[in-house]
């Protein structure tokens, strides 16, 4: 299994609170990519980035920011929680080069009251 | 708009193939077939992908039409543990990996 952990693996936090969830990853992969699922949908994208400091948007990024500082580390915030953002939260990572295929974390559940 | 189309669900009888089609009908020449799966509640799980071979791994075979326009994913012997959501998922290798997940296929394989 791919060294991908995820924290933390459930939170409950109220509205208007500022929440950050963490990827962390001992692959040493370049990409790393964080996605929401909610119940009944596939995974859509909300930010992803292809380095240390290079991020950008996905399909869904409103709300949300991240951070890279590290290639271990890839941070997900959500600056002021809403209800809407109530979701199961994926990191992925994808190594450089040829090889596409990506590999997920056991996700966080986040629930937003 | 969706790449791909899924059947919604399919059952399957343990042992037996599994043959989980897509529908692709607009992909590009530069877009390589993925399928991934998501067993339930837990992170998906990457299992195939081809440009336009067949390709043959540990876990499945992928059978890609001449045109390119569906393809197959092939379970060869299915076990309940294969019961999860299958997606097919067409992206350009150039496109930061940037995964578009549809709504997949729910197979479920019965003793």
């Known amino acids: 299994d791919a060294g991908i952990t995820q924290s933390p693996r459930h939170k409950v936090t109220e509205t208007g609170t500022p929440v950050t969830l963490r990827c962390h990853q ?9 996605y929401r699922q909610d119940p009944g949908h596939g995974l859509r994208l ?4 292809y380095g ?16 890279r500082s590290k290639t271990e580390d890839f941070l997900l915030t959500l600056e002021s929680a809403t ?9 992925a990572i994808r190594e450089a080069g040829h090889s ?14 | 708009d969706a790449k791909t189309t899924q059947p919604p669900s399919m059952d399957c009888a343990e042992g037996r193939a599994a043959n989980l089609p897509c529908n692709h009908s607009t992909i590009s020449g530069n877009e390589y077939v993925y399928w991934y799966r998501q067993i339930h509640s837990q992170g998906p799980q990457y299992i195939i992908h081809g440009l336009k071979n067949n390709e043959t791994n540990e876990m499945a075979s992928l059978i890609i039409t001449e045109d ?18 299958y997606y097919c998922i067409v992206e350009t290798t150039d496109s ?9 296929t729910q197979v479920v394989v019965t003793p």
């Open chain 1, 26 to 34: 001992t692959e040493n992969h370049r990409y790393m990519y964080w």
């Open chain 1, 46 to 49: 909300i930010h992803y980035s």
């Open chain 1, 52 to 67: 240390v400091k290079d991020t950008d948007k996905g399909e869904v990024s409103d709300g949300y920011s991240v951070s």
């Open chain 1, 83 to 91: 209800s809407s953002q109530t979701s199961v939260y994926f990191c």
């Open chain 1, 100 to 113: 596409y295929e990506q590999y997920f974390g056991p996700g966080t559940r986040l629930t937003v009251t």
């Open chain 2, 68 to 85: 390119r326009k569906s393809s197959t994913l092939i379970l060869p012997h299915a076990t309940l543990r294969d019961t999860a959501v």
């Open chain 2, 96 to 104: 930061w990996g940037k995964l578009q997940f549809g709504a997949g």
